[in-house]
């Protein structure tokens, strides 16, 4: 029955969307009669596939009500950085087809990614839907995060790691974004190094890359900062081949007192 509903290209297109949302609707319910109460969608993990870091896209998901009652929706979100904009239906009918439609925002996100959209009942039920999906960051960090140890504010650190394209085969741009800039600075060097099967970077290598020097300004405290004793700061740098990338470091540690 699935495969019908993916092949109708014939039918003219009122028809076919008409068919193709009773075709799935029916069908989810056939393949769900044993489940408890749920709506069920079909992939059942949404394949979002290689997406460019920064990019954005407007995702659709389909499905159906595969229960014997009326589903009410109160919300929709996402579980997760970077979705918005969520469309939803308030009411669907026993065996109706659902549409949930929103829009990701890939900034701030590399590699693997499963994001988790939600959405809530009137009577407090939640119903959720599973993606996958792998973000392409046009820029590789040897390291990505690092310990400033038992730090008290306005203290100086210093650490050194590299960076190079993920293909190897230009040297990167990087710089400071605005905000990082304002507790801390960088040194950039141009190198070539090369990489270890247990990926140690080493220098004298055949990957152009760039040695970074991050330094502190001395790291304030502020805000949220001062209730809690754990210290972390997002370093975020910007390329001006790159524009819509978002790389970035962690810094890790604990306040003193």
Request: charged residues 25%; without cysteine.
């Amino acid at each position: 029955m699935l495969k019908s509903f993916f092949s109708m290209r014939e039918a003219p297109t009122a028809v076919r969307s008409a068919i193709s949302s009773a075709v799935l609707a029916s069908s989810l319910a056939v393949m769900s009669f044993a489940q408890e109460d749920a709506i069920r969608f079909v992939p059942d993990v949404y394949p979002i596939g290689y997406v460019e870091q920064g990019s954005t896209k407007h995702i659709v998901l389909k499905g159906a009500n595969v229960t014997k009652s009326e589903i009410v929706l109160e919300n929709s979100f996402g579980q997760g950085i970077g979705m918005s904009n969520f469309k939803f239906p308030t009411k669907i009918a026993p065996n109706a087809p659902v549409t949930i439609e929103f829009d990701m925002d890939f900034s701030g996100m590399d590699g693997q990614i499963n994001p988790v959209v939600v959405m809530v009942g009137t009577d407090g039920k939640p119903y959720t839907a599973k993606l996958d999906g792998f973000v392409v960051a046009p820029i590789f960090f040897g390291e990505k995060m690092f310990d400033a140890g038992y730090y008290k504010a306005n203290e100086k650190r210093e650490w050194t790691f590299y960076v190079w394209e993920t293909d190897k085969k230009e040297r990167p741009d990087l710089s400071l974004s605005d905000e990082a800039a304002k507790e801390f600075s960088m040194k950039a060097k141009n190198v070539m190094v090369k990489v270890d099967e247990k990926g140690k970077v080493t220098e004298g290598g055949k990957i152009p890359a760039q040695k970074i020097t991050l330094s502190t300004k001395g790291m304030t405290r502020t805000g949220w900062e001062l209730k809690q004793k754990s210290l972390r700061k997002i370093v975020g740098f910007k390329s001006k081949k790159y524009p819509k990338a978002t790389p970035e470091v962690l810094i890790v540690g604990y306040w003193k007192d």
